[in-house]
């Protein structure tokens, strides 16, 4: 079965480094999506992609934060400058409409 | 997601159904209710969603009241598998979560 697939599944960056979070959507879905979850926290919706553009995004995706799809297969979330309160769990998400597939995740810890 | 309301918690024996209210009062005619669930550890997983009809499939049912104003996701037979965080939300192009429910299932 088809799945979505995130790396690294752990991270841990010293204060101020940038981060690049990277995802294998599954490969004929047209809907990308970034979404965190800090730790005991509910699951925040961070930005979604459609047709190699941005088509929605949250109050917490600052300029700090961009996504990129560089080679039509991986999708990125990069943190230009982290802090402490960006340490949560990332999830990558992709779908064909009202389905949504979301990887494991990656636990970025910043120090 | 500020538009739906659930319980906090549930608990259920294993084998017994479990039958999840959600409320959602102010959802416009046109948008679908959906339900995910997240495993400990893991990320959400799509669960079931629906629109005006009653929705079967093989994880569960989906009883959308006739007024859209609430739903209700069956579990026919809670497993231990089936212990997780379930949430009730709407698509908008993409998924709102709010705390959800958590459902504890005993042996």
């Known amino acids: 079965e088809p799945e979505v697939t995130q790396t690294p599944s752990h991270q841990v960056t010293q204060m101020g480094q940038e981060v690049i979070l990277r995802c294998v959507p599954i490969?004929?879905?047209?809907?990308f999506y970034w979404y965190r979850q800090i730790l005991g926290q509910k699951v925040e919706f961070l930005v979604s992609?459609?047709?190699?553009?941005?088509?929605?995004k949250s109050e917490i995706f600052d300029d700090q934060f961009s996504v990129e799809r560089p080679d039509g297969s991986n999708f990125t979330l990069k943190i230009r400058s982290t802090k402490l309160e960006d340490s949560a769990m990332y999830f990558c998400?992709?779908?064909?409409?009202?389905?949504?597939?979301f990887g494991q995740g990656t636990r970025l810890t910043v120090v | 997601d500020a538009k739906t309301t659930q319980p906090n918690s549930m608990e259920s024996n294993e084998e017994e159904p479990v039958h999840l209210p959600c409320n959602h009062s102010?959802?416009?005619?046109?948008?679908?209710i959906h339900w995910y669930r997240q495993l400990p550890s893991q990320g959400p997983e799509y669960v079931i969603h629906?629109?005006?009809s009653n929705v079967n499939n093989r994880m569960a049912s989906l009883a959308i009241a006739e007024d859209r104003k609430s739903s209700t996701l069956i579990l026919h037979r809670a497993t231990l598998r089936d212990a997780a965080v379930y949430y009730c939300?709407?698509?908008?192009?993409?998924?709102?979560f709010g705390a959800g429910t958590t459902v504890t299932v005993r042996a």
């Open positions: 939300t709407r698509w908008d192009y993409k998924l709102s």
């Open positions: 998400a992709s779908g064909q409409g009202h389905e949504a597939f």
């Open positions: 992609f459609y047709n190699n553009e941005i088509s929605e």
């Open positions: 102010t959802i416009s005619g046109t948008d679908y």
């Open positions: 629906g629109l005006t």
């Open positions: 490969s004929n879905h047209l809907y």
